[in-house]
């Protein structure tokens, strides 16, 4: 007995003398030397047992699928919902908290936002068995040019290598919002890209067969109508639930319906307007209502004096002309809520819209007549095209019935997503002409700064407003390294962006999804699965059980 | 020995020819198609008169219907009206509102006139381009024949529906988009069939004999080959316009066509797809009622058409 306690003792200490001699960093032990700031990023949750995946979950996804969004170093549109099946990042949202450990086991920024190091967890590797290592995060880091890609690139001096699992960047200027955009949700930065396996294929065979460090493998596409998955049961954190998701862009409400009706879906979104009073009568479907974001209408070129938008009132008039609580009844079944702010209430730093902090903006037909008539338009006028988001077509020609009312006619551009995205994706830039709306909303962790710094300021690379007195505010929130002064002044510009209308807030988006009974667990609310805050989709994928 | 004075015996007026010659033309046309689609004409011309509402503002509603349908006395519109004879339908909305409360009848009516105006005008513009390319291809021969007809081969294997499409995405929505659209698909057909006619027709004797006199090529294609080819170009114009109403219908179904408001039959049919799945079938059945009935009297008045300027099978 004496000798078998002595032999495990002699293996114990002789493994862990073997794992300190070759220098295997520990998760705690520090990277960066000074003063650090202080990062509030949870644990990852690994699974102690890994299960056996089961079962086939399929979506339906209310709008076409672009190959692009396969591809994080070209980040736009609503990619995230395939970055987090094939995909993954060193830190990302997850039910945890917003900011979650996940390729990464530490991090680290000093204390004036001029370094950021990352630990990556042992034994990585992508899922073609080739080890992830820095030099993948460097490579990442390096070839991003999706969204915010110039920032970053301006930002960085150097990347160093401290060892396959260590990695310090080094900027020329403090980056106080580095880990707010470098985070899963704000960009495709974060979500590490085989260096080997890109370089090999290129840009565009990677879009075609995307490959990651992500819970689920890519098996096959037809683009823009579905694509499928199969469970990678070497992922870190635990096997996932389901043997294969497949996707399928189904922009008919109908179809969808029908689609849970018959079983051949699992799982659809958007499911509101005519038939979302069938999915709330069903009683074999499970529904949740999903509050992601606001809403919101711009005005591209709005700043161009021949604009009819450029003036002040006739923006007021859109926005006093739309009955937003008819408008939420009869598309969400008055579900949503009117909100007076075009950034979610879930989002860090940002103003509620709710009444409290911003106003819910009034319905007054009069006084937008009114107003029309004062800045030169008595009998109303005609704008090129209302672009709504696809395909809330309904949704659209509800709001341009409101509009015509009080005299701004107009027809719709009905394009799908992934045109209506690629456009969006360019700002100011995507539409031509001063005359047109876009229906917009962007659900997306994070702090309101990410929207603001994308949408808001000259510079966005998708930006719709550029104007100077938000210029001046936005580049003291830049120069700033005090926390306190820089939410106040997100909230300033938050404040100025609706008083102004720049934007007009609509409502907050409820956006509801059904699952039918092969979802687990059976009778369950399905809220379980779109835990992580401000989550456009219920992600992660891993969690997802169904029967088999 | 009887005499018969001159000018005494039975004389045939001028008028009586025309009307025989109507009567000849008109024997055995199809009267039910031809009512169908007069009427339609007739509803699309006169369409901001006789449509008891506007095509795009919705219907406005009474205090008693709002209170019905919402519980509140003030409401913008009442949605989703059924047909008169169904419980709930009103005479003021005779086939019933749509999603907006718009009324029904009010769209179909302004519907006919889009769906006409831009069949006939896709159709009329299809077919000038193809009668002209047909004729020089036809007349001219040499390569101008070998050009046009090895372009108008290619453009006949591309399949229309797919093809304009996307022709449709490259110049976006809009009424006066498809027309172009419909022009673009359809011409090569006209010319194939018209350059075959000119093949015979300028072996013709008039042809030649005009060659003879010197008369230019120009004056010859425009006084003798076209009147010659109209006959040919008039059936397939009346056969191709049933066709474009369902290339409109698709394209506007498919959200490549007339953009919304506008109420384009196709784009009604594609907005209440859903209401079909609610029961709601007067939103979807109309609309699709209308294309087939205007589709089928345009086929089969073409079909009459061909058979009355055919000598062949007239005289059969």
């Given amino acids: ?548 | 020995m009887a005499t018969i004075p001159i000018g005494a015996g039975p004389t045939i007026t001028a008028q009586r020819v025309a009307r025989r010659r109507y009567r000849v033309f008109f024997r055995n046309a199809p009267i039910v198609p031809l009512l169908i689609v007069t009427v339609l004409a007739l509803v699309a011309v006169l369409a901001p008169v006789i449509a008891p509402h506007g095509k795009l503002d919705p219907v406005k509603p009474t205090q008693d219907r709002c209170l019905a349908k919402y519980g509140t006395a003030d409401c913008p519109y009442v949605d989703n009206v059924p047909p008169f004879w169904a419980h709930g339908g009103t005479l003021d909305t005779p086939l019933g509102t749509d999603f907006l409360g718009r009324d029904v009848l009010s769209r179909l009516m302004y519907g006919a006139s889009i769906s006409l105006v831009v069949a006939l005008t896709g159709t009329l513009f299809a077919g000038a381009i193809g009668t002209v390319l047909g004729v020089l291809a036809g007349y001219m021969g040499k390569w101008w024949d070998q050009i046009i007809m090895r372009i108008t081969d290619a453009w006949l294997t591309l399949p229309s529906l797919v093809f304009a499409i996307l022709l449709s995405s490259v110049r976006g929505p809009g009424l006066w988009n498809v027309v172009l659209i419909l022009a673009l698909v359809f011409w090569s057909r006209y010319s194939r069939a018209v350059r075959a006619e000119v093949l015979a027709i300028r072996e013709r004797e008039f042809v030649k004999l005009a060659e003879i006199n010197g008369i230019g090529k120009l004056t010859i294609i425009w006084r003798h080959i076209i009147p010659n080819v109209m006959n040919t170009v008039m059936v397939l114009f009346s056969l191709q316009v049933g066709v474009a109403v369902i290339i409109e219908a698709s394209l506007s179904f498919l959200g490549v066509g007339v953009p919304p408001p506008e109420p384009s039959w196709g784009l009604m049919m594609a907005q209440e797809r859903e209401s079909l799945m609610e029961g709601r079938w007067w939103l979807a059945v109309f609309p699709g009622a209308c294309i087939t009935m205007l589709v089928l009297s345009a086929n089969m008045l073409g079909d009459w058409l061909r058979v009355r300027l055919d000598p062949q099978l007239r005289n059969r």
Avoid at chain 1, 159 to 167: A, F, G, Q, S
Avoid at chain 1, 526 to 532: A, G, L, P, S
């Fill in chain 1, 1 to 548: 007995m004496r000798k078998t306690v002595f032999a495990i003792g002699a293996v114990l200490t002789l493994g862990c003398g073997v794992a300190w001699g070759q220098g295997a960093p520990s998760a705690s032990k520090p990277i960066l030397t000074g003063p650090l700031a202080k990062l509030e990023i949870k644990d990852a949750k690994i699974e102690a047992v890994r299960g056996t995946p089961k079962g086939t979950l399929n979506i339906g996804l209310h709008f076409g699928l672009d190959p692009g969004w396969f591809d994080p170093l070209g980040y736009y549109g609503p990619a995230h919902h395939f970055y987090y099946l094939v995909h993954d990042a060193l830190i990302k949202p997850m039910p945890q908290g917003e900011f979650t450990f996940s390729l990464a086991e530490h991090a680290e920024m000093s204390a004036n936002f001029t370094k950021a190091a990352f630990r990556l967890r042992p034994g990585l590797k992508f899922q073609d068995g080739h080890p992830l290592t820095t030099a993948d995060v460097k490579w990442t880091y390096e070839n991003y040019r999706g969204y915010n890609f110039k920032l970053f690139q301006d930002k960085l001096d150097r990347i160093e290598i401290v060892d396959d699992r260590t990695i310090v960047l080094h900027f020329k200027e403090p980056f106080v919002d580095f880990l707010d955009l470098y985070n899963g949700a704000g960009s495709g930065i974060g979500w590490i890209v085989p260096s080997h396996y890109y370089e090999r294929v290129g840009k565009d065979g990677f879009k075609t067969r995307p490959m990651g460090a992500g819970p689920f493998k890519f098996v096959s596409q037809e683009a823009g109508v579905q694509a499928s998955f199969e469970a990678w049961n070497e992922y870190w954190r635990r096997a996932p639930g389901v043997k294969a998701i497949n996707v399928r862009g189904i922009r008919d409400l109908a179809a969808r319906m029908a689609g849970l009706q018959t079983g051949e879906l699992d799982l659809a979104y958007g499911m509101t307007g005519k038939l979302l009073q069938r999915v709330l009568a069903d009683p074999k479907l499970r529904w949740d209502p999903n509050f992601t974001a606001p809403w919101h209408l711009v005005f591209p070129g709005y700043n161009e004096p021949s604009s009819p938008f450029h003036d002040k009132r006739v923006r007021q008039a859109v926005s006093l002309a739309i009955n937003r609580p008819f408008l939420v009844k009869q598309e969400t079944q008055g579900i949503g809520k009117p909100w007076g702010n075009w950034i979610s209430h879930e989002n860090r730093d940002a103003l509620r819209g709710d009444g409290t902090e911003l106003p819910v903006p009034p319905y007054d037909l009069a006084k937008a007549k009114q107003l029309l008539a004062q800045a030169g338009f008595p009998n109303g006028f005609e704008f090129d095209w209302y672009v709504p988001f696809a395909p809330y077509f309904d949704m659209a020609e509800r709001i341009l019935n409101d509009l015509r009312a009080a005299g701004m006619r107009s027809k719709m551009q009905m394009l799908d997503a992934p045109a209506y995205m690629a456009q969006t994706s360019k700002g100011r830039k995507g539409f031509p002409g001063n005359r047109t709306i876009v229906q917009r909303i962007d659900p997306r962790p994070g702090g309101a700064k990410a929207l603001i710094r994308l949408y808001a300021v000259c510079g966005g690379q998708a930006s719709y407003i550029c104007e100077p007195q938000i210029e001046a505010l936005w580049a003291k929130h830049e120069a700033s390294i005090d926390p306190a002064e820089r939410d106040r002044l997100a909230k300033e510009i938050q404040r100025i962006l609706v008083e102004e209308s720049y934007l007009v807030p609509l409502y907050l988006n409820p956006f509801v999804h059904a699952v039918t009974p092969k979802v687990l667990p059976e009778g369950d609310p399905v809220h379980r699965y779109w835990d992580t805050v401000n989550a456009p989709f219920p992600w992660p994928w891993e969690v997802w059980e169904v029967k088999g």
